[in-house]
């Protein structure tokens, strides 16, 4: 379903992406993990081409961009097939919950007011924010905004949802109630590329583990051989840090 080959990037000097390779398939859930700067956060930002890569080739379905050559039309494609969740949220704070779901389903997608605020009121519920929908930002915590995230990712109907850090902004008693959304989109078969800290939450929900360092992929397996049963030193040291700390 999605293959990616040989993606650079560079910020200046920087080598940031080293030829990345990644192949998902449909209903896979693939979380990466590694220490800060090893590139995570700028490999999935540019899977949708919020960061352009400076080379490479990204195939979704039947969308494929060569980053040599990409054209306006194949950008806006693989963008619609995928939808981003921020660690930060990104929510329009002048728009209610419900509002911050709907505009991009009746400005980009042509819904009727109607429709959108349909959709958008079952997902809405789907998430536990039924009775959330008319409040603004301000008056949500932090894990019924990243909630509202994932619900505004969930009602594109993407062919894949990517998570930067979904849970890296929040106080540590709100993590568990938007990883409880995470899993049950993985119970739903989503297809979904996850950039994590929550060593614990990768074991639980991935299909395949992905631990990346210095702008490369250096190992992946199962969640049960790269925890269990590390083979490179690297990942091996990583992992005795974190579980250290």
């Known amino acids: ?20 390779d990644l192949s998902v398939k449909k209903g896979e859930v693939v979380v990466i993990i590694g220490p800060s700067g090893s590139g995570k956060s700028t490999f999935l930002r540019c899977i949708n081409y ?3 890569p400076d080379s490479g080739v990204i195939n979704i379905d039947d969308i494929t961009i060569d980053a040599a050559n990409p054209s306006k039309k194949d950008i806006n494609n ?33 819904m009727s007011k109607e429709d959108a605020d ?37 009602a594109l109907n993407p062919k894949v949802i990517l998570f930067d850090e979904p849970t890296s902004a929040l106080d540590p008693e709100l993590v568990g109630e938007v990883l409880n959304v995470i899993r049950n989109l993985a ?3 989503m297809t ?4 994590t800290h929550e ?8 299909n395949r583990v992905i631990f990346m360092d210095n702008g490369n992929i250096i190992e992946e397996g199962s969640p049960d051989e790269i925890f269990n049963n590390p083979k490179h030193e690297r990942t091996k040291r990583f992992l005795k840090q974190i579980i250290n700390k």
């Open 118 to 154: 349909a959709l958008g009121a079952d997902i809405l519920n789907q998430v536990g924010l039924s009775d959330k929908m008319g409040n603004y930002p301000s008056t949500l915590s932090g894990g019924q905004q990243q909630r509202v995230g994932i619900a505004r990712a969930m």
């Open 50 to 52: 919020l960061e352009k």
């Open 78 to 110: 693989l963008r619609k097939s995928t939808a981003m969740v921020f660690q930060n949220y990104n929510l329009f704070k002048n728009k209610t919950a419900l509002e911050n779901i709907t505009e991009s389903l009746i400005v980009n997608k042509g």
């Open 192 to 195: 979904m590329i996850i950039v």
């Open 199 to 206: 060593m614990g939450f990768a074991k639980e929900v991935a």
């Open 187 to 189: 119970q739903k078969d």
């Open 1 to 20: 379903m999605i293959d990616i080959k040989q993606i650079h990037k560079k910020f200046g000097d920087t080598h940031v992406l080293k030829g990345i």
